[in-house]
Nanobody, 127 residues
Framework: HVQLVESGGGSVQAGGSLRLSCVAS????????MGWFRQIPGKERERVAR????????YYSSSVKGRFTIAQDNAKDTLHLQMNNLEPEDTAMYYC?????????????????????WGQGTQVTVS
């Protein structure tokens, strides 16, 4: 498995920005599907962004599209989530997750429960 460690969370005022990072270590796969998820206690987990690392093809949920950007730094095995124009509704615990994938299509079709590698989460609070 791959170990994932998130950082970069914090408290910010509405309209502000944060940049989350997720460092991968261990048996990092060359074909890997990675995503950022968020969860509020008592609510369902939401996948906000996903990227297929070989191609860089990205997907965003409608709730964050245009405000969040997912990006990878292959040299550092790090995944970032740049979050701009934050809203109070973005307050949640944010998790990085991943799983090996055979293709971009495989990544596109991957359900949340199929991700095998998860970080411990980083809290984002927007007031």
């Amino acid at each position: 498995h791959v170990q994932l460690v998130e950082s970069g969370g914090g408290s910010v005022q509405a309209g502000g920005s944060l940049r989350l990072s997720c460092v991968a270590s261990g048996n990092v796969y060359s074909r890997y599907c990675m995503g950022w998820f968020r969860q509020i206690p008592g609510k369902e987990r939401e996948r906000v962004a996903r990227i297929y690392t070989p191609s860089g093809a990205a997907y965003y949920s409608s709730s964050v599209k245009g405000r969040f950007t997912i990006a990878q730094d292959n040299a550092k095995d790090t995944l970032h989530l740049q979050m701009n124009n934050l809203e109070p509704e973005d307050t949640a615990m944010y998790y990085c997750a991943g799983r090996s994938a055979t293709s971009g299509t495989d990544c596109n079709l991957m359900h949340d429960y199929e991700y095998t590698d998860w970080g411990q989460g980083t809290q984002v609070t927007v007031s």
